[in-house]
């Protein structure tokens, strides 16, 4: 669902020229050699697929769900976990995404013909007249605002973390706040801001019904195959939780005297490698480490537990991971190309973000 009124979301955005829009004015802003600069800057923002910045928010910094409920989980303090979270994430981002991509990308080349990345091109061409005189351009269209551009595409983060809120605003198991979940679930935040962009990406472009249902149809077959591949990989990832890995993780890591921090990355990072998925990494660890950290003659803030927590979910994306797959479908990589991008950008940002975790512990 998620992938899929994603794609929708960007497939009204391009043929509206809201892509463009974003493009143009980050260009402006950053310049054109500082674009991966932009990108960046977008991913802290949106959370969406410019992967560094989604998984610096995915592990390190709510509202996200596995974040809140890491929060909760140590009794940490929601505002200053952000703080911290954008302390530690946002250079880890600037490494693992524009600086790392300096190194990488002479030694990864990916084919020219992407089905996906097709339906989010611009495919206005300029018409060519027959007339002896020589050649007219077609009327180009007016393109939607940077605002509302931005608006459209930030609906569903506002919403979700309108969501993630409900409890704080209002009593739970109230209308209200059973409202305020609904609009946050992160289904039903994308297809409110996929009905919104019919009006601001669509109507009031002058697309009609019948234009709007036919770029939504295009869109969706290219992600069938991710969808398969997304779901092939959860369930195995499913096969090796269920088999008891994470009870021998819990055995073999909770007899050693560690710090609470290393401890929480520790058996976070284990977790991931063995199930391939962030979140169970991290709710799952967040259950073992908690008590434990509670006992232990070192204590730490539990902010910091929460950061060094999710570091450790980030670990190595690998085969079982569907987020690795959904990568590769996306750019068009084969596996290997993946493991040196994906795979060891995930790493920076685990290890990274435990080291500087460690640094704030010393300062704090």
């Keep these: 669902m998620v992938v899929g009124l994603g794609t929708m979301l960007g497939k009204m955005m391009a043929e509206s020229g809201g892509a463009e829009r974003i493009a143009t004015t980050l260009i402006s802003w950053f310049g054109e050699k500082n674009i991966h600069w ?6 802290i923002i949106v959370g969406l697929p410019m992967v560094a910045g989604l998984s610096v928010v995915h592990g390190l910094i709510p509202p996200h769900p596995a974040a809140m409920l890491a929060v ?3 009794h940490a303090d929601i505002g200053k976990t952000i703080a911290y979270g954008l ?17 990488i990308h002479r030694t990864v080349k990916l084919p020219k013909d992407n089905a996906l990345a097709s339906q989010f091109l611009n ?17 180009k269209r007016e393109l939607p605002s940077f605002g509302v551009t931005l608006f459209t595409v930030l609906l569903p983060v506002i919403l979700m973390l309108v969501g993630s809120w409900a409890d704080l605003v209002f009593t739970p198991k ?3 706040n059973d409202l305020l979940h609904f609009v946050g679930n992160s289904d039903v935040a ?14 009031s472009r002058g697309f009609n019904r019948d234009q709007i249902q036919k770029f939504c149809g295009e869109c ?3 992600i069938a195959g991710i969808t398969l591949i997304v779901g092939a990989g959860g369930g195995f990832g499913r096969v090796l939780m269920d088999s008891g890995i994470s009870k021998e993780i819990v055995a073999a890591t909770t007899s050693a005297h560690l710090s609470p921090l290393l401890f929480g990355w520790l058996v976070a990072a284990l977790i991931r490698l063995a199930t391939g998925s962030a979140t169970v990494a991290m709710t799952t660890a967040c259950g073992i480490v908690a008590p434990i950290a509670a006992a232990s003659a070192i204590q ?16 190595f994306s690998h085969v079982n991971d569907g987020g690795f797959w959904l990568i590769k479908e996306y750019f068009g990589m084969t596996v290997g190309q993946t493991f040196k991008t994906w795979s060891l950008l995930e790493t920076i940002i685990s290890l990274m973000g435990l080291g500087l975790t460690f640094a704030l512990a010393a300062v704090l």
């Design 38 to 43: 932009a990108m960046m800057v977008v991913a």
């Design 72 to 74: 909760q989980q140590y």
């Design 87 to 103: 302390i530690v994430g946002v250079p880890t981002a600037i490494v693992a995404g524009p600086l790392f991509a300096l190194l």
């Design 123 to 139: 495919k206005d061409e300029v018409a060519m007249s027959g007339t002896p005189g020589g050649a007219s351009a077609a009327p």
């Design 174 to 176: 109230t209308l209200p």
């Design 190 to 203: 994308l297809l409110i801001a996929v009905l919104v962009s019919f009006w601001t990406f669509g109507a």
């Design 220 to 222: 969706l077959a290219p």
């Design 300 to 315: 730490v803030k539990p902010e910091l537990l929460v950061l060094a927590t999710g570091s450790g979910s980030l670990i």
